[in-house]
């Protein structure tokens, strides 16, 4: 192999976004036919597989360090092209990056509006649990991602941003239903809380760890967002872990009360990202480490 055919690589990354080869013709303007000759060129110029065919459609081994290398290349390009010196407002630079559900829900998009007022930025945020956002970078879907992990990944830097704590809350007439005698073993196996997902441990371990109950041996919604949190325990349908930061209002007009006022659970969050990041990603990066530190460290 003497060099990579970006042509192919911008197939595979479609592909991969869109998941689906008729979406990413569409996309691509071309047929479905061409995308799949595109990404078979691409095995046969590397000599490996790069995708499996599956749903969903992802990337194998060899396939994120091509859509890793691709897009940081896309990266320094666009910083060379005049339209993205941002002198031409009908530009538009496409920012992936990955967060967890309650940054998002509390600071991250206050830091990034100020630059999206400023310059004609399109934002794709990737949101997943705070121990896997770092898979995304790892896998070149995102330039950056907020995670719980403080070691940097090859090529990149991370940058401590500050602590997120959490408290477990209700409404006080959940409290007054399943907890009128206390939180304990007996209570907790009939009282309904909240998980992001499947895949979210941070409730599972809380309970665990201070009341020896496992995953599985209590109800347990799975939602998929931290607003609904605070709703599913304003309307007295759960209970939950919420960052302190995202209901303060709530806590106090008292609609939401500290059920265990004892045991505050402590996330410190990081911020990981390419090394190389210039421009306009080197300026999302520093807002993101100076909001992130003002108000996680506050």
Same mark, same amino acid.
């Given at each position: 192999m003497n060099q990579l055919d970006y042509k192919l690589l911008h197939a595979l990354s479609v592909v991969i976004k869109q998941q689906s080869f008729e979406k990413a013709a569409d996309v691509l303007c071309i047929t479905q036919p061409a995308v799949s000759q595109r990404i078979k060129q691409l095995e046969q110029l590397v000599a490996h597989p790069v995708l499996i065919r599956a749903q969903p459609i992802v990337a194998t081994e060899l396939g994120k360090k091509?859509? +890793?290398?691709?897009?940081?290349?896309?990266?320094?390009?666009?910083?060379?092209?005049?339209k993205i010196l941002l002198d031409q407002p009908e530009s538009t630079l496409t920012v992936n990056l990955a967060t967890n559900a309650d940054s998002l829900a509390t600071w991250l998009i206050a830091a990034l509006t100020p630059l999206i007022n400023q310059h004609p930025i399109e934002l794709n945020l990737i949101v997943a649990d705070e121990s896997r956002t770092l898979d995304k970078l790892k896998d070149g879907e995102v330039f950056g991602a907020i995670s719980l992990i403080d070691k940097a990944v090859s090529g990149c830097e991370v940058t401590q941003l500050?602590?997120?704590?959490?408290?477990?809350?209700? +409404?006080?007439?959940?409290?007054?239903?399943?907890?009128?005698?206390?939180?304990?073993?007996? +209570?907790?196996?009939?009282?309904?809380?909240?998980?992001?997902?499947?895949?979210?441990?941070?409730?599972?371990?809380?309970?665990?760890?201070?009341?020896?109950?496992?995953?599985? +041996?209590?109800?347990?919604?799975?939602?998929r967002s931290s607003e609904a949190f605070v709703e599913l325990v304003k309307q007295g349908a759960a209970y939950s872990l919420i960052p302190q930061l995202q209901i303060k209002n709530e806590l106090a007009s008292g609609e939401i009360i500290n059920i265990l006022p004892s045991i505050t659970l402590t996330q410190t969050l990081y911020w990981h990202r390419w090394a190389l990041v210039k421009g306009v990603y080197k300026q999302i990066s520093e807002t993101i480490i100076s909001t992130g530190k003002s108000i996680l460290n506050a």
């Open positions: 091509l859509l +890793s290398h691709y897009h940081q290349v896309q990266q320094l390009e666009a910083e060379l092209l005049p500050g602590t997120m704590e959490y408290i477990l809350v209700a +409404s006080p007439e959940f409290k007054q239903r399943y907890f009128a005698n206390g939180i304990n073993q007996q +209570s907790l196996k009939y009282a309904p809380g909240a998980a992001f997902d499947q895949k979210d441990d941070m409730h599972i371990k809380f309970i665990e760890q201070h009341f020896g109950l496992k995953g599985g +041996s209590y109800p347990c919604h799975t939602v």
